[in-house]
């Protein structure tokens, strides 16, 4: 579709070198292509044509922005405020550009200014939480993500972050209950199975963090990050012959990732068992 639409720009542009309409279509066809060099430059001749087409900035911005040029983008971004007042979308990206460069302090500044003007934001509210925990200032930011929660209570998204933060803050329960919900909420990623059996392990649930891994097993039975981590959890309990099934499963799934098992438990470097199992794979 988006091929059609650039090779459609293209032969208009052909014919009508001087409309800005069509140099911005062609550069939002590039921009879905991920073609962000060619879409920019589309840009650059609409607003060449038409100086104060304030869609055209905004759009060069993000495709900036996703080639992670930030302080350009932020640049670009703060254009449209010449011609068009402060837009929440804007003053949003302009923060995440400034998280991105770990700039905190602008970062809030400007996702401050974006709830401001549309209190109703709720990606904004969810990333001064986010930023202020950045700076370590987690009890500040809980508050906020909570006013993000309120604002749009069935995003999985706001949950998982709020679970995390609970985790970190040692609120086991509160946080539990949040890992619940982002499954509930019909979660689509299998990182909440790891994150949910690794709380419950932190509270000293070990069977419970088992049961839920197997049940994250049933969701996900191809990917092998869940099967590195179940044979870990198995390991640490004593039940040595089923946590090498699931090593070997892992293995076959995917032998590249067996450092993951070393990252979560890094004593099994020295588990000459477990070292031999994983080098048997090495030479299949």
Not at 62 to 78: G, P, Q, R, T
Not at 108 to 119: A, F, H, M, S, T
Request: proline share 2%.
């Amino acid at each position: 579709e988006s091929a059609a639409a650039v090779e459609f720009f293209t032969e208009f542009i052909d014919e009508n070198p001087y409309n800005h309409y069509a140099w911005f279509n062609l550069g939002v066809s590039y921009s879905r292509l991920g073609d962000h060099e060619k879409a920019i430059d589309a840009y650059d001749y609409c607003i060449a044509i038409k100086e104060d087409f304030s869609s055209a900035y905004f759009n060069k911005g993000n495709a900036l922005a996703n080639m992670a040029k930030y302080k350009e983008a932020i640049d670009v971004y703060k254009e449209t405020f010449s011609y068009e007042k402060a837009d929440p979308n804007a003053l949003y990206y302009i923060g995440e550009c400034f998280e991105n460069l770990e700039d905190y302090d602008n970062a809030l500044v400007y996702y401050n200014r974006c709830v401001k003007i549309d209190p109703n934001y709720a990606d904004a509210w969810l990333a001064i939480g986010i930023v202020l925990d950045a700076q370590n200032r987690l009890t500040e930011g809980i508050h906020y993500i909570k006013k993000a929660l309120d604002l749009n209570p069935k995003e999985a998204e706001f949950w998982y972050v709020y679970a995390e933060v609970q985790q970190k803050l040692g609120f086991h329960e509160e946080a539990g209950d949040a890992y619940a919900t982002v499954i509930e909420l019909g979660y689509e990623h299998f990182d909440i199975w790891l994150d949910y059996s690794d709380l419950l392990m932190e509270a000293g649930h070990a069977d419970t963090a088992i049961i839920m891994l197997q049940e994250g097993l049933k969701k996900f039975p191809e990917v092998a990050e869940l099967h590195y981590r179940m044979s870990a959890l198995l390991l640490e309990n004593n039940k040595k012959q089923e946590a090498l099934v699931y090593l070997q499963n892992a293995l076959s799934l995917d032998y590249e990732k067996h450092n993951e098992l070393f990252e979560y438990a890094p004593a099994l470097k020295d588990n000459n068992a477990i070292v031999e199992v994983i080098n048997t794979y090495k030479k299949q």
